[in-house]
């Protein structure tokens, strides 16, 4: 079964600092999404990517798919606290493209010190 | 659009109980997936329902159920509450029309709690 392995587990960064959190898979991605959760909170959607080499930016995270497609990176430009949070990743399982099943990396803590 | 609602958003219960869980959608959505998180294992898909169907489950005991209405709002239920089933129980909705082509956004979950 595919799995999904993010890294780092856990980052703090000061305020301003740029910082990169990657998700590799141990198999083919048909598709990429990039989640943040508060604590204890519901997934918040940033980004999703299906291509190889395709890149998205929104205000200060752009993510890439690399061409491969079984790495995805995702990086923080001039970090800010409100940056602060749980960055997941998530593939689609490749069930036969049929449904609607996600797998997600265990998650990647990021603390921005101001 | 209003977003994904789920209620309760916190719930205890005590071992051997029953729970029910609702998840109402973004309106046009017919796709709803259920996730289970917690600490030791993650993120977790329980199962997804399209128009009323059961179009895919994950590999949990026959004590998680689910089902759909018409209106595509969802309930899951879990019968015979264990310790373990404590965590955060996240609904996503969807289209449902493309999978793989769609995003899925969250719901802010409901925390259940079983003492």
């Known amino acids: 079964s595919q799995e999904l392995e993010q890294s780092p587990q856990s980052l703090i960064v000061q305020e301003g600092k740029n910082l990169t959190i990657n998700c590799t898979s141990s198999k083919t991605l048909y598709g990429l999404y990039w989640y943040k959760q508060k604590y204890g909170e519901g997934l918040i959607f940033l980004m999703m990517?299906?291509?190889?080499?395709e890149e998205k930016s929104h205000e200060k995270i752009t993510a890439k798919l690399d061409e491969k497609k079984q790495q995805s990176s995702l990086h923080i430009t001039a970090s800010q606290p409100s940056h602060a949070g749980i960055y997941l990743c998530g593939a689609d399982d490749g069930y036969g493209g049929a449904t609607n099943k996600l797998i997600f990396g265990t998650g990647t803590l990021l603390a921005v010190q101001p | 659009k209003a977003g994904v609602t789920q209620t309760p958003r916190y719930l205890i219960k005590t071992r051997g109980q029953q729970v029910t869980l609702s998840c109402s959608p973004i309106?046009?959505?017919?796709?709803v997936s259920w996730y289970q998180q917690t600490p030791g294992q993650g993120l977790q898909f329980l199962f997804e329902y399209f128009s009323e169907t059961q179009r895919n489950k994950g590999n949990f005991p026959g004590r998680f159920s689910g089902r759909q209405f018409s209106n595509s709002r969802s309930e899951m239920n879990v019968s015979t509450l264990e310790l373990g089933d404590s965590a955060l129980y996240l609904c996503?909705?969807?289209?449902?029309?493309?999978?793989?082509?769609?995003?899925?956004?969250f719901g802010p979950g409901t925390r259940l709690l079983v003492l």
């Open positions: 990517l299906q291509k190889g080499g």
């Open positions: 309106s046009g959505h017919r796709s």
């Open positions: 996503a909705s969807s289209p449902g029309l493309i999978p793989y082509q769609e995003t899925q956004y």
